[in-house]
T-cell receptor
């Protein structure tokens, strides 16, 4: 079972570059979320989606965009990378509202 | 509003017990607990949906006090494999999102 798949696993960017972190799930979950985790810290919600075509902001949305054109995919776009966005990014999906989160393995992003 | 976890860190010897608390300023629909090992993704432990509900998994159990908007995770007779960072996630009834506490780092020593 694939579950939640994130690509790439590692990425190094220069300040000002843009990129898209990919997230795909094969469990037909309606709910998907993006979190960032800074070293030694907790998980901060960036954006989330309650279904295809519906997205909303989380706690730390600035500098990030999302879209949800299909149930399976929920990409996260960094518009203009900044060193403060260096972090580990986790995508998660859930079958129900406010329910168990199934996490991907994460993308480790460094911005120089 | 993210939930608040306490304590921030715990150090135990094998066989000792620990309690990790999670509290919220908002009415809760769900509380779910995860353990994260260094460099890995969080792994789901259990979820509680009703006030007063208790769940158990081996020697790890949890309770949920809906009135107090609090949950506690109980680890009994701790093993070396219990080491890691424990997170509580919370959800409100009218929201499609879950937010997480800052975590509690548990270290179990031989």
């Amino acid at each position: 079972n694939a579950g939640v798949t994130q690509t790439p696993k590692f990425q190094v960017l220069k300040t000002g570059q843009s990129m898209t972190l990919q997230c795909a799930q094969d469990m037909n979950h309606e709910y998907m979320s993006w979190y960032r985790q800074d070293p030694g810290m907790g998980l901060r919600l960036i954006h989330y989606s309650v279904g295809a075509g519906i997205t909303d902001q989380g706690e730390v949305p600035n500098g990030y965009n999302v879209s949800r054109s299909t149930t399976e995919d929920f990409p996260l776009r960094l518009l203009s990378a900044a060193p403060s966005q260096t972090s580990v990014y986790f995508c998660a999906s859930s079958p129900r509202r406010a329910y168990t989160q199934h996490f991907g393995d994460g993308t480790r992003l460094s911005i120089l | 509003q993210q939930p608040v976890q306490s304590p921030q860190a715990v150090i135990l010897r094998e066989g000792e017990d620990a309690v990790i608390n999670c509290s919220s300023s908002k009415a809760l629909y769900s509380v779910h607990w995860y353990r994260q090992k260094h460099g890995e993704a969080p792994v789901f432990l259990m979820i509680l949906l009703k006030g007063g509900e208790q769940k158990g998994h081996d020697k790890i159990s949890a309770s949920f006090n809906e009135k107090k908007q609090q949950s506690s995770l109980y680890l009994t007779a701790s093993q070396l494999s219990y080491s890691g960072t424990y997170f509580c996630g919370t959800g409100q009834a009218n929201a499609g999102k879950s937010t997480f506490g800052d975590g509690t780092t548990l270290t179990v020593k031989p």
